[in-house]
């Protein structure tokens, strides 16, 4: 399974890469990063077919996630759609319901429980 | 004619005891004046009828030389002593006469009218003289009255004036003191503003310093079945992990290290020490910290933010907690302006704030100073109010919500503190742009 992480925070990846050494080792799942929503749209462009889940942080410089994901949602919905968990650190209702509405799988507030999203990777891998 | 010097020497005492009427020296003199000039009236009559006129003459003239010669000689009538001189004239005149007519009665006789003549204009002399010296005496009292008076309003004025001045150094040291105690209000206000914005900015370092020490705990116990299994390979991969680990641990905790001591300076009395500073650093690090706060008071607000840094700033000497609080004024202002646009804005209107430094150099191309410049495509500013923004206390927020003195205050920092500049470019409806232009001193 392939995921796409979006954040604007560089250390996320080492972060991810060590949480989940032992799926990646065992071919269970495969990271990709981007480090701002238009980096993203860019990879997806390419390779949107492969990338089953995006998780992607809302509060980023430039175009924030809710922005992103309003993008997925227009341009890279094809079936099988992927999914899209939206992070931030500000685990507010205006929050998610915005990424709700938008259209948005599930919603994590920072700092991330790597044990509960693992739990919430394992039901769409499914 | 005889009569002249004794009715002069029968007058000249009594006129004094006149003039001396109101003194102390008044009981002294009084009866010895009225002596002199009954001597003089008992001399005229008792005299008339034993001696001869040229005799009598100078016997008079005699007598009224030597009542003048010893008014003069006493202290308490040197004020007199003009009085005293224009008599002078007369005894000589008297004299004079009386020796001509004893020794040349001829003459005498023959010329009588004009010795009689000269003598009663000497008499005259004494009179006019006495009438101008009165006059005089009247004037310079009235002149020494008059300057009492002026010196009385003088000192009174100048104790009014004294007061005023003191009350006003006073006022002024009040105000000094109002004013430092605004200044640290408005420090604290703007440290509210950032509260949130730091919170967020600890926030993630923190969550980076937990998740890699959590994970570096997992990395060993795996690190340890490894070593049963003997898989050294795998054992230097995870070491290597663990070790980059730390010194992201080390990373984050200075990152949160360094936004606490910048909150920290942000909210202490300036010690106004310039020191070298890079620019860049304050404006990213006080983009972000503004760009949060505002962020934490409305989760619905979003902005692109820009930075175009030069990142070949020289390093410039300022005192960077007050240049700080500039950028983080300028920053909430452009914040606030997009914000407010956004509430009555289309739908596709896109906020954008952007911050850019750069170098600029002089005419003949040596180093100027740096540029930073501050622009949002926010609200704008009106043209009415565009003369008063810089002014203490204005402000256009609600009641309660600004201070009005962060413009005010950052006009003080950068162009009396540090000699630079600020310019203002704003359109209403369109945006602002702040560009503070500081010296390489």
Redesign the interface.
Known sequence: MKILVVDDEEDVQPLFLQRFRKEIKNHEIEFDFAQSGEEALNYLKEKHSEVVLILSDINMPGMSGIELLDHIRHDYNMPPPPVVMMITAYGDEENHRQAMDKGANDFLTKPLDFNLLKEKLKTYSE | MHFFPFLAAMLLPMRINKAIKFTDIYQFWRWRLNGAAAIAVGLFIFLDDYLEDDVIKIVSAMYLAGLIYYLREQPDFKKFNILLNAHIPLVGVVAISGITELVAPKFYDTYHTYFTSIELMAFGWVYARFATSKKQQEEIRRINERRTELEAMVAERTAEITKQRNELQETVKELQATQAQLIQQEKLASLGELTAGIA?EI??P???V???SE?SM??ID?MEEELAKGDTEEVMAIAT?IK??LE?IR??GKRADGIVKGMLQHSRASSNVKEPTNINTIADEYFRLAYHGL??KD??F?A??VSNLDPNLPVINIVSQDVGRVLLNMFTNAFYAVHDKKRSAAEDYKPKVEVSTKNIHTLSGGPYGIEIKVKDNGSGIPDAIKDKIMQPFFTTKPAGEGTGLGLSLSYDIIVKAHKGKIDINSKEGEGTEFIITLPVQ
């Open positions: 967020h926030q993630n923190l969550n980076f937990n998740n890699f994970v997992e990395l795996e992990d980059n680990n992201k990373h984050h962020r934490a989760k619905s979003n692109e933010l």
